[in-house]
Each structure stands twice: as structure tokens, then as C-alpha cells.
């Protein structure tokens, strides 16, 4: 595990961004339950490769939009323990809970992600503050 | 109707909306300067048109951002952005004959 992120969007801790470097197949698919156990708040977990910043949400999502196919990527834990405060869970607390596998498919080519190199970015930012 | 090129277009938007049109006056190299610029300007949720009048190498300077934002479309197309969507779905249809 690289990093992990609890995000203000999920409000307390319903959501958690995972970023993990592979190691071995289906890694990404354990990280799910492991996350999801840590404490009964987590209702989604989206677990992305290293290369993604966590704490960018843009980022995440972008993974989700570039590396995640819904029919095996998704994993839905139904009648879990879930919050009160969650007003989509029943009013004992029970809610479902999802993982999202964001990675990359493990030992195989895929696209590369294209980033600006930091220098042309460092560049760019001493010139918007010149340029206002 | 608006004058139909860029040129004027540019000029046109500057006058309605000062400071949304952003003249880069250093020379930049034509490989990523252009791009990192509007990368730079997207993280701090910012789409002027950006003109980079020296380009290493060319003598023809580089537009970019020409319609990034949903106010140089709706400025482009001639109505209020709250008409923008409406406005653009219904010319999309109307093809250019020549």
C-alpha cells in the first residue's frame, strides 16, 4: 500500500481511495474487504495503482473512468454493517458496501498514463503568476 | 453576425471580457510549453484564450483555449451561456454548405 485517502466528500469515513503497488495477481481485489473491515463506517472503497494521487479526487476518478470494467471490477458486499448517520442505510444501520478495482490488469500491457513532465509544470506556474 | 475569423473573434472577446484573453509574450518551444500552460491554467480552474505570440523556430504565433470555456462558446455562438446548451445542440445540426 501506497497511500490511503479518507476524503471530506465521504463526510466521516465513508469513502477510502486505496493506492497500492501490485505485487501479485488479485492484490488489488484483497485490498477490497481489508479496507472495507477497518472500521464499519467504510461503504466504498476504490483502489487505485501507484501511479494515482489519492488525495486528488480527479485523479481517482480519472482511474475509475480509464482502468475499471463494471462487470469484473466491481464488488458488492450486500446487508453489511453500515452508520445511523448514513440516511441511505436502514434504520438499523444496515447498509451494502462497494469496492471499485481502478488498478491496472496485473502483468499485462495497458495504456501508459501521459503527464506533463514536473519541469514544464514548475515553468508554467512561475509564468501564470507573472502573467496574472 | 460576427466577423468569421480568428483574429477579430480574439479581439471581440477581449473587449467584452478583459483579462480573459492572455497574450504570452517570451518565447516558448512549440513541444510542451503550449500545453503545460493550459494544463497550469485548468489547475486553478482558469480558461482564458491564450495567445503565444513567439514560438521558438515559427514565425506564426499559437491560439490556444479558443472555446475552453463555456462563456467564449456561448460568446462564439452569440448567446447567453445559459442558453448555451440549447443554442449548440440546435446549430450542431445546421451543416456548412459551400
Given at each position: 500500500v501506497k497511500a490511503v485517502h479518507v476524503p471530506l466528500s465521504g463526510t466521516s469515513a465513508f469513502t477510502a481511495y486505496v493506492s497500492i503497488r501490485q505485487g501479485r495477481p488479485g492484490e488489488a481485489k484483497h485490498v477490497i474487504p481489508i479496507a472495507l473491515g477497518v472500521d464499519h463506517y467504510v461503504k466504498l472503497v476504490i483502489v487505485v495503482d501507484d501511479d494515482i494521487d489519492v488525495f486528488d479526487e480527479s485523479d481517482v476518478l480519472w482511474a475509475v473512468a480509464t482502468r475499471m470494467q463494471p462487470d469484473r471490477d466491481l464488488v458488492v458486499i450486500s446487508g453489511s454493517?453500515?452508520?445511523?448517520?448514513?440516511?441511505?442505510?436502514?434504520?438499523?444501520?444496515?447498509?451494502?458496501?462497494?469496492?471499485?478495482?481502478?488498478?491496472?490488469?496485473?502483468?499485462?500491457?495497458?495504456?501508459?498514463?501521459?503527464?506533463?513532465?514536473?519541469?514544464?509544470?514548475?515553468?508554467?506556474?512561475?509564468?501564470?503568476?507573472?502573467?496574472g | 453576425?460576427?466577423?468569421?475569423?480568428?483574429?477579430?473573434?480574439?479581439?471581440?472577446?477581449?473587449?467584452?471580457?478583459?483579462g480573459e484573453v492572455v497574450r504570452v509574450t517570451e518565447p516558448v518551444s512549440i513541444e510542451y510549453d503550449v500545453m503545460a500552460l493550459v494544463l497550469e491554467y485548468e489547475r486553478r480552474r482558469r480558461y482564458p484564450i491564450l495567445v503565444f505570440e513567439r514560438v521558438d523556430g515559427y514565425d506564426i504565433p499559437i491560439v490556444a483555449n479558443v472555446v475552453a470555456s463555456r462563456r467564449a462558446?456561448?460568446?462564439?455562438?452569440?448567446?447567453?451561456?445559459?442558453?448555451?446548451?440549447?443554442?449548440?445542440?440546435?446549430?450542431?445540426?445546421?451543416?456548412?454548405?459551400?
Open positions: 454493517l453500515g452508520a445511523l448517520l448514513d440516511p441511505s442505510a436502514d434504520e438499523r444501520g444496515v447498509t451494502a458496501k462497494l469496492g471499485i478495482d481502478a488498478t491496472r490488469p496485473f502483468g499485462e500491457p495497458f495504456a501508459e498514463k501521459l503527464v506533463m513532465s514536473p519541469a514544464r509544470m514548475a515553468w508554467a506556474r512561475a509564468l501564470v503568476e507573472r502573467l | 453576425m460576427m466577423a468569421q475569423d480568428l483574429r477579430s473573434f480574439i479581439a471581440a472577446y477581449a473587449e467584452a471580457h478583459p462558446l456561448a460568446f462564439a455562438l452569440g448567446v447567453p451561456e445559459s442558453a448555451l446548451a440549447t443554442e449548440y445542440a440546435r446549430r450542431i445540426k445546421e451543416h456548412i454548405t459551400t
